[in-house]
């Protein structure tokens, strides 16, 4: 059912004076298992099982929608497609407990969150955000200081800025430039959106302080990604002279964006990870008519790439999740991957009005899927969580929705 309407100034007063007293387990285990994420230590898979029974106890009625089943026929193929390939090898292993685990939870998280009142958990997830992008920068701090601030300003290569990421300094999110970097992207702006349908507020500070953590994490393809979706954002909240006021600023940063984000001089590097990029994708293509339609088993992107990559530097998919899915579980693991987003976007469109919203809500998360992840991160399945919790939260009239800082 869909959570009750309530006035602004209800959900604003909510979101400052909140009671932790009345959190139940549930809601307790659904902050941890954001929290969780970020740790070194991979403790997530026991929390989002013991999350999911929670969850469970706590939804009145379980319900099966198309996406589920989608996610079911995907899950199961490439469990298939491990034991038929990887059958006990450790990686491998690993990551299909992973695969099924975070989509057990998402299963269960959505469920749960649409069989409740969500506006005292979206306070406290406000908070959550927070501190877990807090600690995000004094970690990107940490680093920087240790380099001596020399890529405070930003760098002028993906090999450069990897080498910012010493593992002896890590103790919070990820050690990896460019996962660190969506991490951060995503839940970023999921921090931002909050205010948006509590309070019809949109935080400029909120903006700004998200952007300076993703900035120093040195991680182009996520920060790309969250220029556009705060773009859209910022477009369609602001009146006729907030957007010429917008395109100035973008006409003044743009110089400054292009050297030091987007790092235009090295683009198709071999040595730049946009240059990889093109190059495992260029081998797909290429090499399309060598990948069997039933997928060339759960994992295979590494030997795929080594054998026909022009050059290859370990990484474990193809820096593409529609790609990388096809490769691996073929036609029934592409199909099943595209019906589930197909019917969750949909079910999110039809459980509150607002298709403009819902729309800038997936956009990071599908932009980054095209260019990064495997699929079945824990950040795509958090993220969907999150986005889910907020988007039903109210419908969100721009008209109404005023800058503030």
Request: charged share 15%; hydrophobic share 50%; aromatic share 16%.
């Amino acid at each position: 059912m869909n959570a009750p309407q309530t006035t602004l100034a209800n959900k604003a007063a909510t979101l400052e004076g909140n009671d932790w007293k009345a959190i139940s387990i549930a809601e307790s285990l659904f902050l941890i298992s954001l929290i969780c994420i970020f740790l070194p230590v991979k403790v997530y898979p026991p929390i989002f099982l013991i999350s999911s029974y929670f969850f469970y106890r706590e939804t009145p009625k379980l319900n099966f929608p198309n996406w589920s089943i989608a996610l079911a026929v995907f899950s199961s193929y490439a469990v298939v497609s491990y034991l038929i390939h990887y059958p006990g090898e450790p990686l491998a292993l690993t990551n299909i407990i992973k695969l099924v685990t975070n989509y057990i939870y998402l299963f269960f998280a959505i469920n749960w969150l649409g069989s409740r009142d969500n506006e005292s958990l979206i306070a406290k997830l406000d908070l959550a955000l927070l501190g877990v992008l807090t600690l995000s920068l004094v970690q990107l701090l940490i680093y920087h200081q240790a380099y001596d601030f020399k890529l405070i300003t930003g760098s002028d290569s993906s090999g450069q800025a990897s080498s910012l990421y010493r593992e002896s300094l890590y103790y919070w999110g990820l050690d990896d430039k460019n996962m660190f970097g969506a991490r951060i992207a995503l839940m970023g702006f999921s921090f931002i959106c909050i205010p948006i349908v509590v309070k019809s507020q949109l935080f400029l500070r909120r903006i700004a302080f998200v952007f300076v953590i993703a900035f120093l994490s040195l991680s182009r393809t996520p920060i790309v990604a969250l220029i556009l979706a705060v773009f859209v954002l910022v477009w369609v909240s602001v009146d006729r002279k907030w957007k010429i006021s917008l395109l100035v600023l973008i006409a003044i940063a743009l110089p400054f964006v292009l050297q030091k984000i987007i790092r235009v001089d090295s683009l198709t590097s071999s040595n730049d990870g946009m240059g990889i990029r093109l190059v495992y994708w260029t081998a797909f293509f290429d090499h399309f008519d060598t990948i069997s339609p039933l997928g060339n088993g759960f994992l295979s992107a590494p030997g795929f790439l080594e054998k026909y990559a022009q050059f290859y530097r370990g990484e474990p998919h193809i820096h593409n999740t529609f790609l990388s899915t096809y490769l691996e579980m073929g036609v029934v693991g592409f199909i099943s991957f595209l019906a589930f987003l197909f019917w969750f976007v949909r079910d999110c469109y039809r459980k509150t009005s607002g298709i403009k919203f819902w729309t800038i809500l997936f956009l990071p998360i599908i932009a980054i899927m095209m260019i990064l992840y495997s699929g079945y991160d824990n950040d795509v399945v958090m993220y969907f969580c999150l986005i889910y919790l907020i988007g039903t939260q109210s419908t969100v009239n721009f008209k109404n929705v005023k800058p503030s800082l």
